[in-house]
């Protein structure tokens, strides 16, 4: 199931194709979140992946209600635990808990990137070796806030408007 209308933008499939391809390595048991889940279909495709728990978050209920009848439809239940609260409140929430992997696709035009990296490093929700993916179509002011975080962009890739741009936080003791 996916979501109409216009206040979502679903990661095109060939986008997930090659994201999924390039991070194939790194998926196998991991702990996934994603915080702008949308309909949950890139969360959904770690779990069929091996990934080991898979947090969702989006506020919008419509979107969760999509989620959960994508997350019955798929049977991945077990492996799938889905938040229906802004992304700020999530990560307070589950303060201290680490992530293996984490996917931010926010919507476009907003510092959401920006403001899920300095609450997912003020409250202890990755390390050094978290794999960060942030899906964007503003590369260069993405970029520019990543910059101020100190990240580190370790790889990149376009596909016509869209860029994933794949970070490590280089400051984390």
């Given at each position: 199931y996916t979501?109409?209308?216009?206040?979502?933008?679903?990661?095109?499939?060939r986008v997930k194709e090659s994201l999924f391809n390039i991070i194939?390595?790194?998926?196998?048991?991991?702990?996934?979140?994603?915080?702008?889940?949308?309909?949950?279909?890139?969360?959904?495709?770690?779990?069929s992946r091996g990934a080991k728990k898979v947090f969702l978050c989006?506020?919008?209920?419509?979107?969760?209600?999509?989620?959960?009848?994508?997350?019955?439809?798929?049977?991945?239940?077990?492996?799938i635990y889905i938040y229906n609260m802004d992304f700020i409140s999530l990560i307070e929430n589950i303060k201290g808990k680490v992530f293996d992997i984490v996917f931010l696709d926010p919507p476009y035009k907003t510092d959401f990137i920006e403001q899920a990296l300095v609450k997912l490093i003020e409250c202890g929700c990755i390390e050094k070796k978290t794999l960060i993916i942030a899906e964007t179509d503003e590369e260069e002011r993405i970029k520019n806030e990543i910059?101020?975080?100190?990240?580190?962009?370790?790889?990149?890739?376009?596909?016509?408007?869209?860029?994933?741009?794949?970070?490590?936080e280089n400051k984390i003791r």
């Amino acid at each position: 199931y996916t979501l109409d209308g216009i206040e979502t933008r679903p990661t095109l499939d060939r986008v997930k194709e090659s994201l999924f391809n390039i991070i194939k390595d790194e998926i196998d048991e991991s702990s996934v979140l994603d915080l702008f889940s949308g309909s949950g279909a890139v969360g959904l495709e770690f779990a069929s992946r091996g990934a080991k728990k898979v947090f969702l978050c989006d506020k919008s209920k419509k979107a969760c209600t999509i989620i959960e009848r994508n997350v019955e439809k798929t049977h991945l239940q077990n492996n799938i635990y889905i938040y229906n609260m802004d992304f700020i409140s999530l990560i307070e929430n589950i303060k201290g808990k680490v992530f293996d992997i984490v996917f931010l696709d926010p919507p476009y035009k907003t510092d959401f990137i920006e403001q899920a990296l300095v609450k997912l490093i003020e409250c202890g929700c990755i390390e050094k070796k978290t794999l960060i993916i942030a899906e964007t179509d503003e590369e260069e002011r993405i970029k520019n806030e990543i910059a101020k975080l100190e990240f580190e962009i370790t790889a990149q890739k376009k596909y016509g408007r869209v860029h994933l741009i794949f970070l490590a936080e280089n400051k984390i003791r």
